[in-house]
């Protein structure tokens, strides 16, 4: 239900409120004193939810849309409030136009309309709750020092059609037309934009807020700081895990994610450790401040690495990471058990897209099993005579998640009452199955199918032994991360 609605601004609204940001938020918290940033970051300070109800707001909200008619441009759109289940949310529309050097539809709006500055240094970054048309979208911050319209540093995210919570580290926010990483002590305004190319967009906004984690990050060194915080380098030659090939995994100096495996290290002789490949989604790639480089960080808190290199020759996959060591800690092989399971729901594009994204889970990767023909191709497979599924191969801290949570999500994303298909995609290699690798996940996978069938679901998943589970071609793994769409036959739906 619509409860008020601005269309868009005049395009010759002054060029100055182009990137009067996004966020939805006006007014300043209490001011930042010095020492603080010794302390533990606060949970979550809420900018806005939408809702009438301002008792748990920080900011008030003086939104306002944008589109590039504002410089000659055609797109157009609008945004409104709405009130969906229950939950307020604002929801931003149109048609993004590359015409006359246009590109973009924004709503936002300035953190203090008294043009003081807001400190956030009290945070880890930006957390949103949204729901969108399986589109690219971004966030662009302004701070004290884009002083020109066309400065601003900016994070993508992707949407899809359900609700979704999506936490944006600082460190993630790439400088545009700037040579210095953002300051988060000088925020002036945010804003959610649709920009870059031809689409419809169309996404729903239902909260906005600075989230921390108080045990998101160890304590640091001044020079451990120096590198992972503010993106310095250690000298070469002189990092701890320079000549170190012991087996075990590195893990991110600040909040402990797994970040390379020794299997990928090698001697480049570079004077700093290096990597040809990284842990599943570990490593996040983004250009260089100098605008020549590409930077590496942690995916998870965003803790500066290094950078990564191609073409240089040094092993079959071409890529150095190149990494000081002051931002990582090693964990030996001994200490670093995991488990492995194989589950096939039907086109394991979307099946990886799932149960990646579990806590606990450390890498996946899809492939072949369940057949009768060595090193299969996708186009064999797909031929429906080689016996085999496309699965998913998941390894994972038996610490933080069991195989029964990971089977229960199995069940919950699939429809498992299929018999060799899912959705439009018909054949055995399609099949609904778990493939067991000891009688203790047969017998979890057997009692959650005793449970559907308790709960009237016809149940045509198979269990069986697993045998050998062949990787798939490159360009299938990560699929949907990579281009940023979602699944089409691969629905949540809680059961369980």
């Not at 503010?230 to 030659?237: A, L, Q, V």
């Not at 979307?350 to 606990?360: D, R, S, V």
Request: proline share 4%.
């Amino acid at each position: 239900m619509r409860l008020r609605e601005y269309s868009i601004f005049s395009r010759w609204l002054p060029l100055a409120l182009l990137f009067v940001a996004v966020a939805i938020g006006g007014t300043l918290v209490q001011p930042y004193k010095a020492g603080e940033e010794t302390k533990s970051p606060l949970q979550t300070m809420l900018i806005d939810d939408f809702s009438s109800v301002d008792s748990k707001k920080s900011f008030n909200t003086n939104l306002q849309f944008i589109s590039d008619r504002v410089m000659g441009g055609v797109s157009s759109g609008k945004i409104e409030f709405v009130n969906d289940d229950d939950s307020s949310s604002m929801h931003m529309t149109g048609a993004v136009s590359l015409a006359n050097n246009g590109g973009f539809i924004q709503a936002g709006t300035s953190f203090n309309p008294e043009g003081r500055n807001f400190d956030a240094r009290r945070f880890a970054g930006i957390k949103l709750l949204v729901k969108g048309n399986a589109q690219q979208y971004a966030v662009h911050l302004r701070t004290a020092e884009t002083r020109m319209p066309w400065q601003y540093y900016q994070a993508v995210f992707s949407a899809n059609g359900q609700w979704q919570e999506i936490k944006i580290p600082f460190t993630l926010f790439v400088p545009y037309s700037l040579g210095s990483p953002l300051n988060t002590r000088t925020l002036k305004s945010i804003v959610i934009v649709a920009i870059g190319r031809e689409f419809d967009a169309d996404i729903f906004v239902d909260e906005i807020a600075f989230y921390g984690d108080k045990t998101m990050y160890k304590k640091l060194t001044p020079e451990e700081e120096r590198v992972i915080v503010h993106k310095g380098t250690e000298m070469p030659f002189t990092g701890k895990y320079d000549k170190h090939f012991e087996e075990g995994v590195y893990t991110c100096k600040r909040c402990g994610e797994v970040l390379f495996d020794s299997s990928s290290k090698f001697e480049s002789s570079c004077g700093w450790p290096s990597y040809d490949d990284q842990k599943e989604a570990a490593v996040t790639k983004q250009p260089d401040a100098d605008g020549v480089r590409t930077e590496i960080i942690c995916t998870n808190c965003g803790a500066h690495l290094g950078h990564v290199f191609t073409g240089e020759g040094y092993t079959p996959k071409n890529t150095r990471y190149c990494v000081n060591s002051v931002s990582m800690d090693f964990a030996p092989a001994e200490k670093n058990g995991t488990e492995r399971a194989i589950f096939a729901s039907g086109c394991f594009w979307g099946t990886e897209y799932y149960l990646q994204k579990a806590p606990g889970v450390i890498s996946t990767a899809v492939g072949y099993t369940g057949g009768h023909v060595d090193n299969p191709t996708y186009k064999q497979v797909c031929t429906d005579k080689t016996g085999h599924a496309e699965a998913i191969e998941v390894i994972y801290d038996p610490s933080k998640t069991s195989y029964e949570k990971l089977a229960r999500l199995f069940f919950e994303t699939h429809d498992f009452t299929q018999l060799n298909r899912q959705g439009p995609d018909i054949g055995t290699q399609y099949r609904s199955a778990v493939f067991y690798l000891d009688e203790k996940q047969k017998d979890a996978a057997e009692k959650l199918i005793e449970t559907l069938k308790e709960k009237s679901f016809d149940v045509k998943t198979e269990v069986t032994p697993a045998g050998k589970f062949w990787p798939a071609e490159n360009y299938h793994q990560d699929y949907y991360k990579n281009n940023g769409k979602t699944p089409y036959c691969h629905i949540y739906k809680k059961i369980f």
